[in-house]
């Protein structure tokens, strides 16, 4: 069978032959081999193999041994090659042949045991110090702590609300050892996991640049097109849809996020049934939420954004309030508004906002304008679950495992037909920008407030909430 070569970048030659990887060293390097294997080439090159992963039908296979090709020849071939050069060969990612243990019976001048690869975890705690300090702090520990989690095995158990280690541990796998990353990281379960894969390839590049990595001819073991499966397939991209109760083949279909978007709102109407079922709710620690949810829709403002409003950030003389800050969702802590602008929010003497604000303030000792029942900040988990509705495993006095669910006001509107139907509780801004904006559709000047209160711009108005097309007839002059 005729050997494939392809072109080389040095002496060192790389050939395929019975669909194997291997390589070619010219005649110079001769004698070391011979010493090494104890025996006389008798004149023929040495011939290489570079094991399990070299399949000539595997362009990266072919990339990684012209990469070992030429860091095995840059030591050969330099005049301090004795303190270079590997004869275990665990230093070019070949170790565990017969060379594996030449180390200890041959006395080359310089040879000395490699040092191991650094592990997966070695690697991500050292992105860890640099990440934390150019991303938000929440991002940081909400985002990053559970991808930290997911490294190191740990897998959390809902109904004990705890950690419990499983067998695959990612962050203890060295990086040169790719077919164990590959199993491991198939066998990680993890919200967002493409996300998840991009900070892992980002990671052992940072480390790569800071020249951490032990062995600079280590292949990055993270990149996601070893790991990612289509977000639509070919059969779900050409599959017939229902519309409207009528099926349409994948052409005659309008782009998804058009026909499902999420600007979507509550009606007026919905707005107020929602607002009144919050204040007259029955049960317990329910109505506490209605001001903060009423506020919600009379100003679009972001979640955060309210729960860290203070009563300094209210002007009842100019009648507006600042919007200059969030709360962070698992610190705690206050940050800048999600676009980093100062935001202002202006409302009239006879205003629903003004009288909500008013009564608030006549009753509050406290500078938060929203505060929980203990004074301090509210979560936005908490609102979600009164919004939505919550889970609560028990167990009884048999040992029987139940779960109890109980609905969140805007849900089981939802459920009893008194809404449309159910929007998650972000849903409140787009339901203030799109009333508001239809009820000045044709004021230029309250469509540019409107973007500026609340941190957009008039094109999405235009586009989004209004529904204004991009096809018009001008008039030419």
């Known amino acids: 069978m005729r050997a494939d070569k392809r072109p080389q970048s040095c002496d060192v030659t790389v050939y395929s032959d019975k669909g194997s990887l291997a390589l070619r060293f010219p005649k110079r390097h001769n004698p070391l081999w011979e010493q090494l294997d104890g025996k006389s080439l008798n004149g023929k090159p040495k011939c290489l193999g570079i094991g399990k992963y070299g399949y000539k039908d595997n362009p990266e296979d072919w990339k990684r041994a012209a990469q070992l090709a030429i860091a095995l020849e840059a030591d050969l071939d330099h005049p301090e090659w004795e303190k270079l050069f590997d004869p275990t ?16 019976v041959l006395q080359l001048p310089g040879a000395k045991q490699p040092e191991p690869e650094i592990t997966a975890g070695e690697m991500w705690e050292a992105y860890l110090e640099w990440k934390k300090t150019v991303v938000e702090e929440t991002t940081f ?3 990053f702590k559970m991808m930290s989690n997911a490294l190191h095995g740990k897998v959390w158990h809902r109904k004990t609300g705890k950690h419990f280690q499983s067998e695959v541990n990612l962050s203890t796998i060295r990086l040169d050892n790719k077919a164990e990353i590959l199993i491991a990281v198939k066998a990680i379960k993890i919200y967002r996991k493409t996300y998840f894969l991009n900070e892992l390839n980002r990671a052992f590049e940072f480390c790569k640049t800071k020249g951490m990595l032990v062995n600079p001819t280590t292949e990055n073991p993270f990149v996601l097109d070893n ?7 070919t059969q779900q991209k050409y599959a017939s849809k229902i519309v409207n109760g009528e099926e349409k083949e994948w052409h005659e279909v309008l782009d998804e996020k058009e026909l499902e978007n999420d600007r979507r709102a509550f009606t007026k109407e919905e707005r107020d049934i929602i607002v009144k079922a919050f204040y007259e709710s029955s049960q317990t620690g329910i109505n506490q939420y209605a001001p903060l949810i009423e506020f919600y829709f009379l100003t679009g403002c972001r979640t955060s954004e309210a729960l860290a409003l203070t009563w300094k950030d209210v002007d009842f003389e100019r009648n507006l309030i600042r919007f200059s800050k969030s709360l962070g969702v698992t610190t705690k802590k206050i940050k800048e508004t999600k676009t980093g602008e100062v935001r202002f929010f202006y409302f009239s003497n006879n205003s629903r906002l003004k009288d909500l604000l008013l009564n608030l303030k006549d009753k509050s000792s406290n500078n938060l304008v929203f505060p929980s029942k203990t004074g301090k900040y509210h979560s936005q988990s908490s609102i979600g679950k009164k919004w939505l509705g919550s889970k609560h495993p028990r167990i009884l006095s048999d040992g029987t495992e139940i779960e109890y669910y109980y609905p969140g006001i805007v849900r089981q509107l939802a459920d009893e037909g008194k809404i449309s139907g159910y929007l998650p509780q972000y849903h409140t801004r787009h339901t203030y920008i799109t009333l508001t904006a239809h009820a000045n559709k044709h004021d230029n000047n309250a469509l540019l407030y409107i973007a500026t209160a609340c941190g957009n711009s008039v094109d999405v108005i235009l586009r989004h909430y209004l529904g204004v097309s991009e096809k018009t007839g001008i008039v030419e002059v």
């Open 227 to 233: 790991f990612s499966t289509p977000a639509v397939t």
């Open 89 to 104: 060969l665990a230093k070019y990612g070949l170790g565990g042949g017969k060379y594996s243990k030449l180390a200890d």
């Open 141 to 143: 520990k909400d985002a």
